[in-house]
T-cell receptor
Framework: GAGVSQSPRYKVTKRGQDVALRCDPI?????LYWYRQALGQGPEFLTY????????KSGLPNDRFSAERPEGSISTLTIQRTEQRDSAMYRC??????????????FGEGSWLTVV | AQSVSQHNHHVILSEAASLELGCNYS??????LFWYVQYPGQHLQLLLK??????LVKGIKGFEAEFIKSKFSFNLRKPSVQWSDTAEYFC???????????FGKGNQVVVIP
């Protein structure tokens, strides 16, 4: 696609429910990143993939959070047993080349998650 | 791990005024530096970046930033702002060999016509 596409754009869920957030990166982009941004804060790194391989998941806050990218394209970030503190914007980004410090990263519009 | 500080979270100024947003980072090694902007209702987009070479970097829409290694700073400037520059601006850093962007808290800039 023309840009990084995320869905849903807005999600309200009850505490304890599982949530899946989807990211469709720019076509042909090898690397995919997930960030989380709480209100009044900057984005915080969660995890990233090169192709289908998850390279770094050290930013995932706990084991309720997981991500996958089974075919090296679309990725899903799953939050199990959601809690109110999970409320945030979840941003996906992609880059053309294998992730390195020199890459330009392109962000999607984000998915707003509210846990009530 | 790298970290970024941005001050003056809310900035209000009139059209044609000059803008400078401060960014200080903390990292022990060589860094790559970025400024991202988010216009109302849009996604985060890259404004400019510094990897190496000339420490004065020019970006889109008349923005520039200067890397001062001795001060661990990468301040963003624009000599004369327009109403369309109303946006949130984020400074970010990665260390060499490390592609995890560390962002500051952002500056919400409002330009009054």
């Amino acid at each position: 696609g023309a840009g990084v596409s995320q869905s849903p754009r807005y999600k309200v869920t009850k505490r304890g429910q599982d949530v899946a957030l989807r990211c469709d990166p720019i076509s042909g982009h090898v690397s995919l990143y997930w960030y989380r941004q709480a209100l009044g804060q900057g984005p915080e790194f969660l995890t990233y993939f090169n192709y289908e391989a998850q390279q770094d998941k050290s930013g995932l806050p706990n084991d309720r959070f997981s991500a996958e990218r089974p075919e090296g394209s679309i990725s899903t970030l799953t939050i199990q047993r959601t809690e109110q503190r999970d409320s945030a914007m979840y941003r996906c980004a992609s880059s053309l080349e294998v992730a390195s410090s020199g890459n330009t990263i392109y962000f999607g519009e984000g998915s707003w998650l509210t846990v009530v | 791990a790298q970290s970024v500080s941005q001050h003056n979270h809310h900035v209000i100024l009139s059209e044609a005024a000059s803008l400078e947003l401060g960014c200080n980072y903390s990292y022990g090694g060589t860094v790559n530096l970025f400024w991202y902007v988010q216009y109302p209702g849009q996604h985060l987009q890259l404004l400019l970046k510094y990897f190496s070479g000339d420490p004065l970097v020019k970006g889109i829409k008349g923005f520039e930033a200067e890397f001062i290694k001795s001060k661990f700073s990468f301040n963003l400037r624009k000599p004369s702002v327009q109403w369309s520059d109303t946006a949130e601006y984020f400074c970010a850093v990665t260390g060499h060999g490390n592609n995890r962007l560390a962002f500051g808290k952002g500056n919400q800039v409002v330009v009054i016509p």
